[in-house]
Structure formats: structure tokens, C-alpha cells
């Protein structure tokens, strides 16, 4: 990582959110997986939710996913999102839903269980962020 | 199924602050009261609704806007039994305190200066994280707002369904009907699906109409053990309004990432709560001549009617079209207007209206022959409910 880069993070919302964070940085995002139960988990958290295991492994993810739901801002909460803004729930080839956002130009071919993959994206406060765009798939 | 928390206690005063005049108040710039005061003046007016002296209160529940003790302090309540809870928690609580002999005579204070607080429930400071990691962590992402996450949950629904905006709308349109017949309600204008229709989108698919309002106010209920509450009716002439039955189950379990909302639609912990609280009451959603949901944002109404038994899973807006759910419907709900028109005092307000359903005498809004009332809610995941009977 860019060391001129660590200074501008986004919230952290417990310490296991940072390796997260600098995943996403490098451009490989990896979520916690547990060797006892093969689960990944999201949020990171400091325990595998089925096997309470407290032992983990950072590991990259596909970066695979489908449309599970999405929804346009049509009022600007935050200035680094202006209004029309399309967020979406994406489920991960490896199980956990993610929200994240897509371009507002996709809204018109969006639709449930549209294949997506994971692109990385520079948030305006300084930072890396995982997107989403259609995957073409054959 | 255990119905030894049917009927051992009732709700014997409500009371609540004149939300209109203080909408009118906070809107011109004033500031009428802090949370405390909403709470106290709400608090008063229960006591006097019970006829009861303030010494008689041995509990006291307070919401989760005000601090337990300075709660306490300002009323000078030191009571043998307390918490602090959320509207329909604090019901829950009551009704566990009374059947284990920790209290008998329980105040459930709420006051709230979320209007003139400015309090945010969307944007960088969007309150509610410290309970709910769901409603702050995606705000990387621009999505801060619970109305955003009920935006995700019924854009889903809609999908699967195959529905257009206008059945979301029955529920705005029906629920403005109700307020425009109660004067406590700050929104009396009635609207029409076109109103619905061409009103803007705030968190698409969900328009103006689907958001609940943000308002001052307080609300009080006094609930009492159910013999003493038959004397204090029979000596102030009021009726008592017997709580039939609770109910509660909840989704934790992948909450943050959002699968009970998005993939559940919350309706395994709904069905749970059905069963424990109308096996409790010995009823069923046939039983019930009124029904209150907590109406945050208007979806809810759809999910609790699938939820809570009432219709089949992806049936609920052919349900309100075909029995109505406003004035004259079959299912009348959210009688008082809810959160969307009447009070946003978060659930709280929909007991008050429940109670005085099943008391009866409200005039051009009273539900006929109201003798079952049920309140349903599911504040992200957590399915309660209880039901009310005179």
C-alpha cells in the first residue's frame, strides 16, 4: 500500500475492519475465513458466527456476485454521493451480502440475481472502495 | 403454550402531549420542551386518565430517548422495579414485572425533542449505530439511512411479486384517511393514490408518503396488575384494557450483512411472535378488529400482515385491495394514522390508539364492535407484539 494512502481511511467500526480496508487498498479485497466451519464471514468480526472459532484466515474473494436488491438516492445525504445515486446488496460467491454501490447508468439493466463483479473505485475522501459492475458472463 | 401472561395485567391511563400545537411550535422556531418535558407532561396526563396518585406507581419504564434516572428524578419516582425500553419492550417488561410480583403499578414514560433536536436518522451523523451496526456500516457506500434499508427490503419484495408502486400506496393513502379523523393527528389532509403517485421519491422505491414524520412529543401508559386495575376502573368509571398476550422472537444472525431483512424479510421471527402471542390470547388473526403496526416506513404494514398470519406470503397488497385496511375496511390498521400521519413517537403512540380502540367512544374513527386490537412491530428484526382487550 501507498504509505501517503494510510492516513485517509474510511470508519472503522471495530479493529477487525482495518486488514479489511487494506485488502481493498491493494486491490484484492480478503474477508476473514474460518478453517473449522469453511465460512466466510462480513462484517469482520473477532468470531466465526457458526463454529465460535476465534481462529481465522484473511482470504481473498472472488470478487463474484448477484443483485439481491438495490435503491436510488434521489436526495443527497453525503457529498460524495450527489443524487440520482444507485446503492446495491450484493451476495458474494462466498455467501455473505454485501451493500455497495454501481454506476446510475446501470439502473436500467439491473434486475434480481444479475451476475456482478467487483471493481475497485476511489472513494472522494481519499480512499479505495469496492463497486460493482455487470458481469458478462457466457 | 403458556398463557400465564394472559390478562394478569392492564392498562388503566394513557396519555400523550398535543403533538399538533407542538408541531406548529418547533416548526416556527420554538422549543417547547426537552424529551423530559414531553415525557412529564405525557406522564400527567396518564396519571389522570388512571385516576391514580403519582405515589401509587411502585415501576417505571422509561423510552429510550431519556436517561432512566433522570427520568426518575424528575417525576421523584423511586420505584422497586425499573428499565429502560422501547415502546413495545417496555409492554413486554411491564407484563413480566407484574406476573413476577416485582412491581404492581408501572409508568411507561417516552419523551422525544427529536424535531427540534434536529436529530438525523440519515446522513454522516445518522443516529441509531450504537444499537443497530446495519444502519451505519454501509455508509462507506452512501446508504446511511434506515429508510434506505427498507428502500432495499421492498425494492426485493416488489421484484419477486411483480408489483407497481401503487400497492405500497394503499398503505399512505389508508393511514391519511384515519388521520384525517383524529384531531391528534399532525397530517389531516387526505391524499389520493395520484397524490402517492406523484409525490417525489426519496430513497426509491419509496416515496415522501412512505417515510414517517419527525415530530416532538411524549407518551405515557400506566399498566397495572389486573384486579387492582378492576377497582381503580370501577371507582374512576373507565375501563381497564386487558393485555391478552405477548409475543417476541429475533433475527441477530447475519443482521449486519443483511440477511433476515433482505432474504427473510424478517418473516421467520414474525411467524414465532404470531404463534407465542395468539396462542397466549387464545386467538387468531381472525380474532382481531383492529390492527396497529409500527409504520416507520409504510412496508412495514405489508411484511407484518404476511408475518403475523393474516395473509400468504407475497399476498399482502391484493389483501389490503381486496378487504381495506382505512376507514370502513375489514382489517382497519394504524387507526390513529401511525407514524406516517399521526405522531412519530416510535411505536408508542400506536399503543395509546390500541387502548382507546378497545375502550371504545372515539367517535367517527372508532373500529365497531373493537374488542380485540392487535400491535405488531419489527424494528430490525426484533418481532413483537401484544394484544389488547377491554
Keep these: ?138 | 403454550m403458556d398463557s400465564s401472561t394472559s390478562s394478569i395485567s392492564a392498562v388503566v391511563g394513557v396519555g400523550h402531549t398535543d403533538w399538533v400545537e407542538d408541531y406548529k411550535r418547533v416548526r416556527s422556531g420554538e422549543k417547547p420542551h426537552d424529551s423530559y418535558g414531553y415525557a412529564t407532561q405525557a406522564f400527567n396526563c396518564a396519571l389522570r386518565d388512571a385516576g391514580i396518585a403519582r405515589d401509587e406507581v411502585d415501576g417505571l419504564i422509561v423510552g429510550p430517548t431519556t436517561a432512566y434516572e433522570r427520568m426518575g428524578e424528575i417525576l421523584n419516582i423511586d420505584p422497586r422495579w425499573g428499565g429502560q425500553a422501547d415502546a413495545i419492550q417496555a409492554v413486554l417488561q411491564a407484563v413480566l414485572a407484574i406476573k413476577s410480583g416485582m412491581a404492581e403499578v408501572i409508568a411507561l414514560v417516552y419523551g422525544n425533542d427529536q424535531r427540534s433536536a434536529a436529530v438525523q436518522y440519515g446522513g454522516p451523523e445518522a443516529m441509531g449505530g450504537g444499537a443497530f451496526l446495519s444502519y451505519v456500516y454501509h455508509s462507506a457506500w452512501g446508504l446511511t439511512s434506515q429508510g434506505a434499508l427498507y428502500a432495499l427490503m421492498y425494492q426485493r419484495y416488489k421484484e419477486l411479486n411483480g408489483l407497481d408502486d401503487s400497492t405500497l400506496g394503499q398503505v399512505a393513502v389508508a393511514q391519511r384517511q384515519w388521520a384525517s379523523l383524529n384531531p391528534n393527528a399532525i397530517m389531516r389532509k387526505p391524499i389520493t393514490m395520484e397524490d402517492y403517485l406523484g409525490s417525489a421519491y426519496i430513497a426509491e422505491p419509496l416515496r415522501l408518503y412512505d417515510y414517517c414524520l419527525i415530530n416532538d412529543g411524549g407518551v405515557a401508559l400506566i399498566v397495572m396488575e389486573a384486579e387492582r386495575a378492576r377497582k381503580v376502573a370501577a371507582k374512576s368509571g373507565t375501563k381497564p384494557v386487558y393485555i391478552r398476550g405477548i409475543g417476541r422472537a429475533d433475527l441477530n444472525s447475519k443482521a449486519t450483512s443483511l440477511g433476515p431483512r433482505l432474504l427473510d424479510f424478517y418473516l421467520p421471527a414474525q411467524n414465532k411472535a404470531a404463534k407465542q402471542v395468539f396462542d397466549a390470547a387464545g386467538l387468531g388473526p381472525k380474532d382481531i378488529d383492529a390492527l396497529m403496526v409500527y409504520d416507520s416506513f409504510s412496508p412495514h404494514i405489508l411484511f407484518a400482515l404476511e408475518g403475523f398470519g393474516y395473509c400468504g406470503v407475497g399476498e399482502a397488497g391484493e389483501f389490503i385491495a381486496r378487504n381495506g385496511i382505512g376507514v370502513g375496511g375489514k382489517l382497519p390498521i394504524n387507526t390513529g394514522g401511525g407514524h406516517l400521519s399521526e405522531s412519530y413517537m416510535q411505536g408508542w403512540n400506536h399503543q395509546v390508539e390500541a387502548v382507546r380502540q378497545a375502550r371504545g367512544g372515539l367517535g367517527n374513527r372508532q373500529v365497531p364492535n373493537c374488542r380485540h386490537v392487535q400491535y405488531t412491530s419489527d424494528v430490525a428484526g426484533k418481532a413483537m407484539s401484544v394484544i389488547y382487550g377491554a
Excluded at chain 1, 434521489?74 to 451480502?97: F, K, S
Design chain 1, 1 to 138: 500500500m501507498n504509505p501517503s494512502e494510510s492516513a485517509k481511511s474510511p470508519r472503522l467500526f471495530s479493529p477487525y475492519d482495518a486488514p479489511m480496508w487494506e485488502s481493498i487498498a491493494q486491490g484484492c479485497m480478503k474477508l476473514q475465513w474460518c478453517p473449522d466451519s469453511n465460512e466466510f464471514r462480513y462484517p469482520p468480526g473477532p468470531a466465526c458466527p457458526v463454529s465460535l472459532s476465534m481462529e481465522y484466515e484473511w482470504r481473498p474473494i472472488s470478487g463474484k456476485g448477484r443483485i439481491i436488491s438495490w435503491t436510488v438516492f434521489h436526495r443527497t445525504y453525503l457529498p460524495a454521493y450527489p443524487a440520482p445515486h444507485l446503492v446495491v446488496a450484493v451476495q458474494l460467491e462466498e455467501g455473505p451480502i454485501m451493500v455497495s454501490h454501481m454506476a446510475h447508468s446501470d439502473l436500467e439493466h439491473i434486475r434480481l440475481d444479475a451476475p456482478v463483479r467487483m471493481v475497485y473505485v476511489d472513494h472522494p475522501d481519499g480512499y479505495r472502495i469496492p463497486s460493482f459492475v455487470f458481469d458478462a458472463v457466457a
